[in-house]
């Protein structure tokens, strides 16, 4: 289940195998990969995804952090932050896409009524090229953070209360306290974050496909949708296999220069 559709995969990726045609009779050797090189819908595609990733990363790894700190020292109602922050993660794609195209729906949308109360008008958040995206990056914040926030406060938890204590009796502030303690302590655990949501973020697909469907005009377009549309709509099997095993690199090629 997990092997052999790699390398069947990766076989395909070297013919022109289509879903209604030609198979393993048609021999393209490397020439899906050269297309792939040469095709700009390509680059764009992956272009999107790598903004997204730039877009939703920090916005993740700081509001994880600062959600953690805060449900870790609230006098009272820590289980009822904890599940406040982790709730929206356990929810599926379909449903959070739908909650936020009815937010961002113009005329009765909560957000698009919020903004035309103060005088902003009406905003195409789904429907702009200028927009679109930073709609998508506040969804998945919204939907994806609780992870990111466990494993912070998973790492709060792990820091000896002696450490703060130490840092009180030599004078240190609350933002000392922050700077000089917490951070560095937390390092391994933001390094963990960091990796996995670049990862996670690189994947983007879900939220894009039943939000934007890749628009307006093909500006939210991610890497994943344009290889699941060459395989499925088009039938070119073949070269979307080959698109996939290049993207697979550029991941691996990612990978290895955040571990090392």
Do not use: C
């Amino acid at each position: 289940f997990l092997l052999w559709p790699i390398i069947l995969g990766l076989r395909m990726s070297f013919f022109n195998w289509s879903l209604v045609g030609k198979g393993s009779s048609d021999f393209a050797g490397l020439s899906n990969y050269g297309e792939a090189l040469a095709d700009s819908a390509f680059w764009t595609s992956l272009w999107h995804t790598i903004l997204f990733t730039i877009m939703s990363t920090p916005l993740l790894v700081v509001l994880g952090l600062a959600l953690a700190l805060l449900a870790n020292t609230v006098p009272w109602g820590k289980g009822i932050f904890r599940l406040a922050f982790f709730a929206p993660y356990v929810l599926p794609s379909a449903v959070v896409a739908l909650i936020w195209v009815w937010l961002y729906e113009p005329g009765f949308g909560l957000i698009s009524a919020s903004f035309a109360t103060i005088g902003l008008g009406n905003i195409g958040w789904l429907t702009s090229a200028n927009v679109a995206m930073l709609s998508i990056v506040l969804t998945t914040v919204w939907w994806t953070i609780g992870f990111n926030f466990i494993l912070y406060l998973a790492g709060l938890q792990e820091i000896p209360q002696e450490m703060y204590d130490a840092a009180s009796i030599d004078g240190a502030g609350p933002w000392a306290r922050l700077r000089y303690v917490t951070v560095p302590l937390l390092s391994r655990t933001t390094m963990l974050v960091l990796i996995l949501q670049v990862l996670a973020s690189l994947k983007i697909f879900d939220q894009i496909y039943l939000m934007t469907t890749g628009g307006p005009n093909f500006s939210t377009e991610p890497i994943i949708e344009y290889i699941y549309d060459t395989g499925f709509t088009t039938y070119r099997v073949g070269y979307a296999s080959a698109m996939s095993y290049a993207f697979f690199v550029i991941i691996l090629i990612v990978s290895v220069a955040m571990f090392a």
